[in-house]
């Protein structure tokens, strides 16, 4: 069972334009949402982070939203550069269910910024 | 500032071959520790974590085993590879719920 979806495997947009990156989760006990980029060969990239108590997080040009009766995030990227260009993949975990902190992923989406 | 090493960045090794990668992280103390694996074309699995030295919860059966000697050491093994064993094997440290990961080992096994 798939708790962490990302139903989207590609996106493509134009440099300048907005990127906005899907991830859909199952489990209502689920309560801090995570996303993270990743070049190929190299190690995820934190990028950024929302508790469950938000909806809506922003840093720089990454902003995350959090509908949790839609069980749905979403990260928005703007302006897009092309060096945005990679595999971004959602995460989620039980921040308050213990000293492990499990992440569970989705399989990615690549993104890919046109000049 | 924390930094999290891993080695070897490649590795080929034959079928039924033993294998050690090991993964050290600075700059911190009692870290939970991860591997996972990212086969081709899918996402992060989780193969193993640890809270402390010697404590080790396996997620899946498998053909792998995790040893934590040190504070900060985190070593995957298999006694012999099989050919599914090939994959991208990341390590990660955690604080807060973050996760924070290592440059990744490419395993091809043959």
């Known amino acids: 069972d798939q708790q962490v979806k990302q139903n989207s495997p590609s996106l493509s947009v134009q440099e300048g334009r907005i990127s906005i990156l899907n991830c859909d989760y199952t489990?209502?006990?689920?309560?801090?949402f995570l996303w993270y980029k990743k070049y190929p060969a190299e190690g995820p990239t934190f990028l950024i982070s929302i508790s469950s108590i938000k909806d809506k997080n922003e840093d720089g040009r990454f902003t995350v939203f959090l509908n949790k009766s839609a069980k749905h995030l979403s990260l928005h990227i703007v302006p897009s550069q092309p060096g945005d260009s990679a595999v971004y993949f959602c995460a989620a975990t039980l921040n308050s269910g213990g000293s492990n902190y499990k992440l569970t992923f989705g399989k990615g989406t690549l993104l890919t910024v046109n000049p | 500032s924390q930094t999290i090493h891993q080695w070897p960045a490649t590795l080929v090794q034959p079928v039924g071959s033993p294998l050690s990668l090991e993964c050290t992280v600075e700059?911190?103390?009692?870290?939970?520790l991860y591997w996972y694996r990212q086969a081709a074309g899918r996402g992060l699995q989780l193969l193993f974590y640890s809270v402390g030295i010697g404590q080790i919860s396996s997620e899946v059966p498998q053909n792998l085993s995790a040893s934590r000697p040190q504070d900060r050491q985190f070593i995957l093994s298999s006694k012999k590879l099989l050919l599914s064993d090939s994959g991208f094997y990341l390590c990660?440290?955690?604080?807060?719920?973050?996760?924070?990961f290592g440059p990744g080992t490419r395993l091809t096994v043959l």
């Open positions: 489990n209502s006990m689920f309560d801090y």
């Open positions: 700059g911190t103390s009692n870290p939970n």
């Open positions: 990660a440290w955690s604080v807060l719920g973050v996760q924070f």
